[in-house]
């Protein structure tokens, strides 16, 4: 059996306690998880990660930053990339207007590991 995580996750959340758990459920699922903790991180992982499946993002994030503005350009770099956004408002996420919505699902917080997984499962196909 192969070792290696089949896939990559990058997921950017300012609260790192909620990173940490988020991260930790996803390693023990077998994902590789890269986390950042704010949009420059996130776009440094993004420049420097050859390969990326998932990016899970939240909408609000320090410096007036928005997930929205994470997802768009990560999208454009990586056309096939699935995205999830998370919020405690997620009706500013609709309101931003973004074509993502069309194919990112929004997890309002809070939400279980359990629709989670299932919102991951129904974006990546299985191997």
């Not at 990660?49 to 939240?58: H, S, V, Y």
């Amino acid at each position: 059996m192969n070792a290696e995580p089949s896939r990559i996750v990058l997921i950017v959340e300012d609260n790192t306690a909620f990173l940490a758990t988020l991260a930790d459920y996803l390693e023990g699922e077998g994902f590789q998880v890269l986390q950042a903790e704010s949009a420059a991180e996130a776009f440094n992982i993004l420049a420097g990660q050859p390969k990326l499946d998932l990016l899970i993002t939240d909408y609000r994030l320090p410096g007036g930053v928005t997930g929205v503005m994470i997802a768009e350009p990560a999208l454009k770099l990586r056309p096939d990339l699935s995205i999830i956004y998370m919020s405690g408002h997620p009706a500013e996420i609709i309101d931003s207007a973004t074509s993502t919505l069309l194919v990112a699902p929004i997890l309002a917080k809070p939400f279980s590991l359990a629709v989670l997984r299932a919102r991951i499962d129904a974006l990546l196909p299985s191997h």
